[in-house]
């Protein structure tokens, strides 16, 4: 709605401005570059509970920015992020940390650290679900419907590393 009414005034500067170029030029030059301004990425993130985790908080970083954070228990077994990326481009890097309790089969519970990182590709639009694997140690994102729009770097994400003193 604001692109189009920007469009609009740019237009009429234009038309009112025929006699002086520059203030045409400046006018066109605006237009052309509105539709940039609409390449950020806009996606959704979805994080369930397994059925073995008793409680996860994980946190999601895009371009080493936290811009959500997960907490699921048996209240909470499923959150859904909106997430709009803070700047402009075709790929994120993303960072996915936190930890993660979970109800191990003889009865004890466990806590384990869980970190990984990737790149979203185009992800504009798309619906990432939070994947784990190898135990509940590696957690990475994953569009089932487009796979290939994601790369998975297993291990600890830079932004996740915990500091030793």
Request: proline share 6%; with cysteine.
């Amino acid at each position: 709605m604001i692109r189009v009414l920007l469009q609009a005034l740019a237009l009429r500067v234009m038309k009112q401005n025929f006699q002086r170029p520059y203030a045409a030029s400046a006018a066109f030059i605006g237009l052309l570059l509105l539709p940039v301004a609409t390449l950020a990425a806009d996606f959704t993130v979805m994080n369930e509970r397994a059925n073995e985790e008793i409680s996860e908080v994980s946190r999601l970083y895009l371009d080493g920015k936290l811009v959500a954070t997960f907490q699921l228990d048996a209240d909470n077994p499923r959150e859904i992020k909106h997430i709009v990326s803070p700047r402009v481009g075709p790929d994120y890097h993303y960072a996915l940390c936190g930890e993660i309790t979970i109800r191990r089969f003889d009865g004890h519970s466990e806590t384990h650290q869980v970190s990984s990182s990737g790149v979203l590709h185009n992800p504009d639009g798309h619906v990432f679900q939070a994947w784990g694997q190898a135990d509940f140690t590696d957690f990475y994102l994953l569009d089932p419907e487009a796979p290939e729009i994601t790369e998975h770097h297993p291990g600890k994400g830079g932004v996740c590393a915990v500091p030793v003193s």
